[in-house]
C-alpha cells in the first residue's frame, strides 16, 4: 500500500515538475481565466467539457482542419461547416458564448495552458491518501495510550487489594499466635477512628458537604447539551464551504431571515454548487455523492436528474425543547446578533457542526461574553440582559418600531427611562426580554 | 481489497460448532418442558434474595432513571426540492372557498409546512366578507380522520380504482345498452365544472342522445329550501331563490328563520345584519322574530315571539290583514305573538321598501304568503333582489320522493349514482331505503366514509376531502369562486369529477397528481359568461387573478319581478295542519345536519342557546314542564327521559327545559344519531364509557350519540317538511346530560352584563345606562379604580398594553370563536364525561344570560325593593338573552398572580397575563381566586390517556398532524387559560420589528377576533392612542366585567343596545345622585 502511495508521490511530482517547466505560457493562462473558466474546467466537465488536449481529442474525433478556431470564434458557424462541430454542439443544452474577438495564436495560448496544467485528482490522490492514513494513526496511538492508563490502573488495583489481603492474612497469622481477640476491619477501623474522632468527623463533613454540593451542581448540568456533536449521514465541513469559499451562512441556511427556524439547506440549494463541484480527491467525491444520492443526480454525461431523490436525514444539534419558542428572524433581522454569537466560528468548525461552549463563545471578538452553558435559558437571559436595543433615539438611527417604544417611555416616565438609562443602554430584558410569554406559549 | 465480509458473533459461529448450529436453528427449544424447567430442584436455590430482589429494582430504576437523562437524537429532513412558496417556520395561507351542500364561505386557509391547520373567513374577497360558521372553521380536522376510506372500495373490500373502474364502466355499458336507467343523487351542486362532468356522463349513458332520458339527475338537500323555490315559481313564474340583502333592511321580520346561523346563505346575511346594529351607526335596524324553538337568531331580535309551525302562516296573514290583503289563512295568534305582530307592522309601515320578511318554512304556501308581504311592502328590487339568484338549494323533493318510492317499491332504476348526499340517513324512509337499494344492479357511493348510504352500494369511488380537491362554485348568479387544494391527497381517494369523466370515458386516472379536475376548471373558466368582465386582457392573467381572491364577480341587473296575485289560491288547504303538540325539527350551530357528526370539536362545541355538548334532546318550555319533567336542569341528576311519537315512528330523548320555547311545542335536532349502524364514520361520532372505549350495545356495536330526527321529516304538498303533529309521554330513566353552563341567568348582576335600548342610549346620558363604579369614601364616592391593594403594574407606560373589546350589540353567540380559539390552541377535548364534571377545557366560553321575570332586561333588577334572588334565578317564559364570549381579562392586577406559588402565571409588561406551563405545579390556587372563572387545569394527559382516545384527535399520528406547532401541548397537572393568542402577538409585533414600524392595527390580533362574523371582537394596542381598541375602550357603551372588584381586566365590554321599547327599563336607567346607594340596599336584601 505504501508502496503505491510513495509512487503515485512520485509520479505526481515528476510531473509537475514536467509540467512546471513548460508551462510558461502566461498569457495562455490569463486568457483561460478571463474567457473560459466560467464555464470550462482543464480536467472536468462543468457547464462546458473539459478542455484537457481538446485540440488532440478534435482531431482524433475527425474535425476539419481549424475548425476548432472557428468554433471558438463563432461555434454556429463551425457547427454548421464540420459534422464534427455539430455533435460537439448537442454536448449540453446549454449554449457556448461566442469569442471573435481571440485570434488562432491566442486560442492556441489557452490551449497550451490547459494542455500544461496537471491533474489535480491524480496529483492529489497519493497526497491526500496518505494524510489521512496519518490521522488514522494518531487516533489509534491517543485511544491506545488511554486504555493504557485504565490497565494501569486495574493493575494497582488489583496489586494494592492482593498486597492488603497478604497483610491481613500474615497478622491473622500474626494474632493467632498472639491468642488476641480477632478483629475484623470493621472493627478495626471504629476503632481507628474512634481514636481520632476529631479528623474523621471534619473528614467525613467535607466529604458529605462536597457531596452534596457536587450534586447540586450536577443537576444544574441537566439538559446542558454544550459540545454535543452528533454523527451525520454526510460529513459536512463548514470551514471549507463558509471558510475556504466563503459562503455567507444565509446562502444556505435562507430562511434565518425571515423564519423562526434557519433551515437545513435543502438538496437543491446544494446542488446549485456540486452540479459543477463534485470533489477533488476520492474521499471528497465520496462524500459529495451522497449528496448526488439525495438529489437523485445523475453524474453521467454532462449530468441529469433521475427524479430518484432521497431527503437526508440529519441528526439535529441545536435542539431546543418544545416548550421554548426561539426565532431566528428576531434575532437576526431585528435584533443584529451575528450568528458567531451562539453558533461560534464556523469558518474554523472542520468537523460536523456541533453546540459550542459558551467558553469558547467568549474568545471570539464581538461576542457579547457570557457565564452560563450555552443553549440553556440562563445563557439566553442572560444575553437578554446585556444586549442592547441599539435603534431608537438613543443613537440617532432610525426604527419605525423601537422609535415608537422609546417615545412612549420618554413622554409617560422619565423617571423611569432614566433608570434604564443608568448603564447607558436600553437592553431587552427592560423592554420584557425576561418575561415568560415572550419565549414560552 | 475484498468487498464483502463475513460478520460473526463468537468463535462458535466461525467454526460452526455442533451446538451452535442447533441452537441457531431452534431459536425457541423444546426440550425442556415447563413443567419439568419448574421442577427441577435446583431452582430453589437460584432463588433471589427479597434484599437482593431490592437492590437490582433499585439499580434499575437509578439505571433507568440515569438512561433517561440522555436526549433522544433529533432527526431534521429538509425538502430536495423546497417549492417556492413554502418557508419552513412560517406559515402559507390559501384564498379558497367552502361549500358542503349547507354552508357557503370564501376562506383563509393557514397552512404549516404543507398541512393545513386552520381555517378563517376571507375578509377581503368574497360574499360572505370574513363571516365563517363553526363548521366551517371545524372542517379542517375530518381530513386528518383515519375513518376516512384509504381508496376505492368494491363491496366490503378494498379494490384498486382501475378494477372498480372497469367494473363500473363495464356495468354501465351494460346498462346502457338495455336501455336501463342511470339515476344520480347529489346534493344541490353550485360547480360549473362538475355540472358539465356530469354532462359528459349523461351524455355517455344516453348514448350521445340529446333528449334521452336514461339518465336522470336528482338534486336533494337534507334541508330542503324547496318551498321557497315552489312559492316563487307560483309567484314570479320562474323557480328561483332571490339575492336577500339584510343591510338594507331597516325592518327585519322573520318567522322561523335562522338566517344568523342556519338559514340559506346565513353566512353572508350574518355581517349583513350587523352591519346595522350599531347603535352608532347612521341607523339600526329593528328585528322582529316569530319562531317556536329558540335560536340564535331569536336570542339577537330585538322582539321575539312564540308561534307553533302551524301559526307561522297566521302571522304573515295577520300582517297582510293589518295591510289590508284578505288571505286565506287564519289570522289567529296568542297573546304574546300578536302583541309583537302589532309592533312589526308598526314598524313595517314606517320603513315600506327598506323592510325584509323571511320565511323559514319549506312549505310552499307559507312562503307565497311571505312573497305577498314584501310585495305589499315594497321590497322587491331593495331589499331583495330577484334578478341575481342564489344557485344553492335547488332540491327537487318531488323528484326524489317519486325515486324513493319507486326504489322501495321495486321499481328501481338500474344504477343509482350518490354523490354528496347520505338519504339512508337523512330520509324519513331511509331504512326501508337502504335495504331497497341491495336490489339495485349498479350503487356507487362518493363519499369519503363508509357512511350510511354508502356501506349498502356495491362500489364506493371516496372522494377528496374539500382541502385536498380543486373546485369551483357559482353561489349566486353574479359571482363565482374556486376551491383550491392546500395538501396533496393524504389518501388514494380520487375527485368526484374525476370519476364522473372516467365513466364518461372523457379522462384518465391521474392519481394523486392528477390535473384532470384542474384542466377541467380551467375549461370551465374559460368559457365566456365567467370571463365576462373586460378587465383583463388575457386568460391566464384573468385565471391568476381569479385564483389568488378566489372568486370574480360579473355583473347582473336589478329587475324586480311582479308578484303574480294568482299565487294566493294556492294557499287555501296547503298550510301546515294545527296540532295540540307540534314536533319542531332544528338544526344546531355545530352539528347541522350531521355530515360532520365525528368531529369532536364540534361535538363538544357548547350549543349557543342550551350549552349542551354531545347530544340531542327534546327542548321544552320549562312551564310546560311542570311536575312531569322536572322543573329545573340538573346536571348532578341527569333529565328526565320522554317518548315522542310522530305517526308510527317513536324517539326516545332527555328532556330539557328550554326557556323560549313555544308552548304547544317540542324541538329536536336534527344530525344526531350517525352511525346507528356502527358504520364507520369516526370514533368521535359515538359514545364513549368512562374510562374510555365506546359504548356499545349487547351485539357489540357502537352507540350512536344522540337519536336521528330526519325519521321525523315527512313529504307533504309537494315538498318536505321539518315539523310534526305528535305526541309525548314521559318514559321511566334518568339521563345524564353534559352542559357547560348550570345557571340560566344573571341574578341582575349589572357588572356583569349591561344592557339597554337604543332610546334610552341616544336620549340619556352614559350614568344611565353604564354607570360607573363609585365607593364610598369619608370624602365623598370615588371611582373604583382609586383603590388599590398593590403598586400599578407599568403597563400604560412601557411598549404595548394588549387589550380587547367585545361589542354585545354584534355578538350573536354563533360559537366560531371557540372552535377558532380550540383549533389555534390546541384546546383539547375532553368528552361528555368530563363535560359533565365541569373539565371542558376551552380557552374561551359564550355566557348565555337568560332574563328572568324580576328583570327589566339581563342584568337589571326591576324592583328593587323587592327583587327575590330565589325567582330571579328562573328564566323567564320568553326571555331576552345575552351571549357574552369569556376568556382571561389578563387582569393587570390579575388575583390569580399573587396566589401562585411558584410564579407560574406573571404579568408582562404588554398587560398579558402570562403562564410558564413548566413552572406549573398544579396546586389549582389561580383557578380558585379567578373572579371569572376562565383557568382550566389538565386533569389528564389528554394527548396519551385512553379515555380520551376516541375523542382528542390529537391522540393519532394522524389526527396530531392539526396541531398548531407554535404552541405548546400542554400536559397534565398544568393549568392553562386564554393567552390572548400570544403566539400571534408575538409574530404580530415580529413583522412590525423586521419592516422597522410601529405596530399597526391589523398587525395583531387573536384567533376569536379574525374568525368573528359581526367583528364583535377586537383586539389591539391600548397604548396605541390611534387604535381601534383604545377608541372602543374609551368609548360611552364600555365598561369591565366585575369592574367593583378591582382587578382591573384588559378586556372590555360594550353595552348591548336593543333597539326596543322598554318603559320598565326606562324608568330603571336614569341618572341618579349616586347611583351605588340602591347596589348596596340589594345586597343588604339578599338572604
Known sequence: MFKSINKWCVAALTFLFFAGSFNANAQGEGLFKAKCATCHQPHKNGTGPKLFEVRKKWADGGAKEGSIYQWVNNWQAAAASDPYAQTVSTWAASAMQAFPELKKEEIDAIFDYVDSTPDPAAAADGKDG??????????????????????????????????????????????????????????????????????????????????????????????????????????????????????????????????????????????????QVNGRTPAQQEKIKAVYAAAGWSTEGAGSYTGHTKPIKWNKVHVLPDHVYFNHSQHVVVGGVDCKQCHGDMTKQKETARVVPVGELNKIEGNIPLTRPTLTMGWCIECHGEKAIQEGPLDGKKDGYYDEIHKRLLNNDKSLYNKYLEDGKVTVKELGGWECAKCHY | MSTTRKYWKGLEELNETPSFVQGRDQEFPQSMSVDEFLADENLKETSTARRDFLKFLGFSVAAATVAACESPVTKAIPYVVKPENVTPGMPTWYASTYYDGTSYASILVKTREGRPIYIKGNKDFGITKGSANPQIIASVLPIYDSARLAGARKGNNAASWSTVDGDITAKLKEITAKKGKVVLVSNTIISPSTNAAIAKLKAKVNGGDETGTSFEHIQYDAVSYAGIRNANKESFGTDFIPDYDFSKAKTIVSVGADFLSTWLLATEYTPQWSSRRNPDGEWMSKHFQFESVLSITGSNADYRGMVKPSEEANVLAYLLNKFGVKTAATTTLSKQAQDVADLAYESLKKSKGESIVVAGSNNTAVQILTNKLNAVLGTYGKTINTSNTVNLFASNDEALNTFVTNTIAGKAPAAVIFYGVNPVYTLANGEAFGKALAKVDLTISLAGYTDETASKCKFICPDHHALEAWNDFNPKKNHFAIAQPTIRPLFETSAAQESFLVWAGAAKRGGKDSSVVYDLIKTTWSADNIKATSKYADFETFWNKAIHDSCIDVAVENTPSVFNDAALAKVAGKLPKVAALEVVLYRKAGIGVGAQANNPWLQELPDPVSKVTWDNYITMNPTEMGTTYATTFDQENGLNLASVKVGNKELTLPVYPSPGQAPGTVGIALGYGRGANDENIGNAAFQTKEYGGHATDENGKRLPIGKNAFVFTSFENGTLSYSANGSITKVDGIYPIAATQIHHTVMGRHSIVRETTLDIYSSKDKEAYNPAHMLETHHGPEHISKFDLWEAHPVEKIGHRWGMTIDLSSCIGCGSCLVACQSENNVPVVGKDEVRRGREMHWLRIDRYYASDEEATVGTRENKETFDYGKAEVAAQNPKVVHMPMMCQHCNHASCETVCPVAATNHSNEGLNQMAYNRCIGTRYCANNCPYKVRRFNWFNYPSYKKFTQVNPAQDDLGRMVLNPDVTVRTRGVMEKCSFCVQKIQAGKLVAKKEARPVVDGDVTTACAEVCPTNAITVGDWNDIKSMVRKNADDKRSYQALEEVGVKPNVWYQVKVRNEKNADLEKLQVVKESAHHGEKKDNKAHH
Not at chain 1, 454544550?226 to 465541513?237: A, L
Not at chain 1, 470551514?239 to 427556524?261: A, E, L, P, R
Request: charged residues 20%.
Open chain 1, 130 to 275: 496518505a494524510v489521512d492514513g496519518v490521522a488514522t494513526t494518531e487516533e489509534t496511538e491517543e485511544g491506545s495510550f488511554s486504555w493504557v492508563w485504565i490497565l494501569l490502573g486495574v493493575i494497582f488495583a488489583v496489586i494494592i487489594g492482593a498486597v492488603s489481603g497478604v497483610r491481613r492474612q500474615l497478622k491473622a497469622a500474626l494474632s493467632d499466635s498472639k491468642d488476641a481477640d480477632e478483629q475484623s476491619y470493621m472493627q478495626e477501623f471504629k476503632t481507628w477512628a474512634w481514636k481520632n474522632k476529631i479528623y474523621v468527623g471534619i473528614a467525613t463533613l467535607v466529604l458529605v458537604m462536597s457531596l452534596i454540593v457536587s450534586l447540586v451542581l450536577s443537576l444544574g448540568d441537566i439538559g446542558v447539551v454544550e459540545d454535543y456533536q452528533p454523527s451525520q449521514p454526510i460529513e459536512f465541513p463548514h470551514d471549507i464551504h463558509t471558510g475556504v469559499n466563503g459562503i455567507d451562512c444565509k446562502y444556505c441556511h435562507n430562511s434565518v431571515t425571515k423564519s423562526k427556524s434557519a433551515g437545513l439547506p435543502s438538496v437543491n440549494v446544494c446542488m446549485n454548487c456540486h452540479k
